[in-house]
């Protein structure tokens, strides 16, 4: 069952067509990427997905519900979470005010002090500097720290934008399998990444998006092996 459908969307700056008229779809527990270049719309698209920015036309539906002019703030409370690119934590208050603020949209509280005992088992290095202003710390513990907050929403679809950006590669090696783990225990995943072979190789299905079209779509084998993705994004 398709957990999130677009339909033809088309998104403007302006007189610039940024993204035109794409379709795709995330099945329920799959981990879905968008792979491109720099400026090839992955961002725009998951934003627009969330109404973060408005869509010229199109639609989007959400688990059956048609969420095209539903507010972001209310897309949350359905089920439906991202972790934007560059992490935007809250960085003057602490890692435990941060995880708070994620759960802000949860109507039964009862379970906050479980699912926070949850995040910090996921991410032991959050439990460290769980009184730390989250300003401080390093650039793989607020991506940590930004995930953390993300699924303490109990997301149905947690969209990822970005997440290795920045990171030493042992870190990217932790981010992805973190996202694996995830995934694993019932959240389906929408992936937005530079990164194609990290995130082909954890991706049930992909897209390949270039100037605001999809130009190419599969199972992530089937990219990962593909000649086209090889030679523009495999360094093959």
Same mark, same amino acid.
């Given at each position: 069952m398709a957990l999130l459908e677009v339909h033809d969307l088309e998104v403007n700056y302006g007189v610039i067509r940024a993204i035109k008229g794409i379709s795709f779809e995330v099945n329920?527990?799959? *981990?879905?990427?968008?792979?491109?270049?720099?400026?090839?719309? =992955?961002?725009? #698209?998951? &934003?627009?997905? %969330? $109404?973060?920015?408005?869509? =010229? !036309?199109?639609?989007?539906?959400?688990?059956? /519900?048609?969420? #095209? =002019? *539903?507010?972001?703030?209310?897309?949350? =409370?359905?089920?439906? #979470? &991202?972790?934007? @690119?560059?992490?935007?934590? +809250? /960085?003057?208050? !602490?890692?435990? @005010?941060?995880?708070l603020m994620g759960a802000y949209s949860m109507k039964d509280k009862s379970s906050f002090k479980a699912d926070i005992e949850s995040v910090y088992t996921? +991410?032991?290095?959050? +439990?460290?500097?769980?009184? &730390?202003i989250a300003g401080t710390l390093s650039g793989g513990e &607020? /991506?940590?720290?930004?995930? $953390?907050?993300a699924i303490m929403s109990h997301p149905k679809l947690l969209m990822l934008d970005e997440p290795s950006m920045g990171?030493?590669?042992?870190? %990217?090696?932790?981010? +992805?399998?973190? *996202?694996?783990?995830?995934?694993?225990? $019932?959240? #389906?995943?929408?992936? %937005?990444? /530079?990164?194609? $072979?990290?995130?082909?190789?954890? !991706?049930?299905?992909?897209?390949?998006l270039e100037n605001g079209e999809i130009v190419l779509s599969g199972t992530g084998k089937e990219l990962s092996e593909s000649e086209m993705v090889k030679k523009a994004y495999l360094g093959g």
């Open positions: 329920e527990g799959e *981990i879905v990427t968008l792979i491109g270049a720099n400026g090839a719309g =992955k961002t725009t #698209t998951m &934003q627009s997905t %969330v $109404g973060l920015i408005p869509k =010229k !036309s199109g639609k989007v539906l959400f688990n059956g /519900q048609d969420i #095209t =002019k *539903i507010p972001c703030h209310k897309i949350v =409370k359905l089920g439906m #979470t &991202q972790v934007p @690119e560059g992490r935007r934590i +809250f /960085q003057e208050l !602490s890692v435990y @005010e941060n995880l996921r +991410f032991p290095r959050l +439990f460290e500097r769980k009184n &730390q &607020q /991506q940590m720290l930004a995930m $953390g907050r990171l030493s590669p042992l870190l %990217v090696d932790q981010v +992805f399998d973190i *996202i694996k783990e995830i995934n694993k225990d $019932g959240t #389906t995943i929408l992936l %937005v990444e /530079q990164n194609a $072979g990290k995130s082909l190789a954890i !991706s049930d299905r992909a897209y390949v």
